[in-house]
């Protein structure tokens, strides 16, 4: 499997190279929205859906910069096209799934503030990805997050039905469980580069 091949790009981005637990990118949400695992699988498909939009249009007005000299406006073109596509997720969610958008509450805006999209975006660039390989690199991205997320929420419910001491409990507890996730898929950094 080579380096730029599409299943490598998918599954670099989603285990070898996760955006949360081996870059730390996107650490508010995985924290935050992590609480329950209906919230957070739900939260995880609206930002594979953010990272999809954010990655086509980061291509396109990547080409489109480069093509008239202007790379410079990168970074700003990039936030207003990861807000506009959180805004169109929102304004989604308050009209399919009201349950859904007060549960995520503060965190579904808080997807435009997300590094990890930004992060997608600029890492694509950088890497010089055609538009395939955009979105491989976009789901796989997604995808990661979505199963920290998943796997995140899992282990917490859990450990909310244990009878811990309280100081064991809340956020220290949510750290502690966080590193040990981030030790695990370090293991999967040999797979990759």
């Not at 190279?17 to 919230?39: D, M, Q, R, Y």
């Not at 953010?50 to 093509?67: D, G, K, P």
């Not at 399919?96 to 997608?120: D, E, K, V």
Request: proline residues 2%; contains cysteine; hydrophobic residues 55%.
């Amino acid at each position: 499997m080579s380096d730029d091949s599409l299943t490598f790009i998918l599954l670099n981005s989603c285990i070898i190279n996760n955006f949360v637990l081996s870059a730390f990118l996107g650490i508010c949400p995985f924290l935050g929205v992590s609480g329950k695992f209906e919230t957070a699988s739900r939260m995880g498909l609206a930002v594979v859906f953010v990272m999809v939009v954010t990655s086509v249009c980061a291509y396109a007005i990547n080409a489109l910069l480069v093509s008239v000299g202007m790379e410079y406006l990168r970074l700003i073109c990039y936030i207003a096209v990861i807000a506009s596509a959180v805004q169109l997720v929102e304004m989604a969610l308050r009209k399919h799934s009201p349950g859904l958008f007060r549960a995520l509450g503060i965190y579904l805006p808080l997807i435009t503030t997300n590094c990890a999209i930004l992060g997608l975006a600029l890492f694509q660039t950088f890497k010089g990805y055609n538009l395939l390989q955009c979105i491989a690199y976009a789901l796989g991205s997604g995808a990661g997050f979505t199963l920290a997320l998943v796997i995140m929420a899992g282990l917490r419910e859990q450990l909310a039905l244990n009878n811990l001491p309280g100081i064991a409990r809340g956020s220290g507890l949510a750290l502690m469980v966080a590193g040990i996730l981030s030790l695990a898929f370090m293991g999967f950094a040999g797979l990759g580069n």
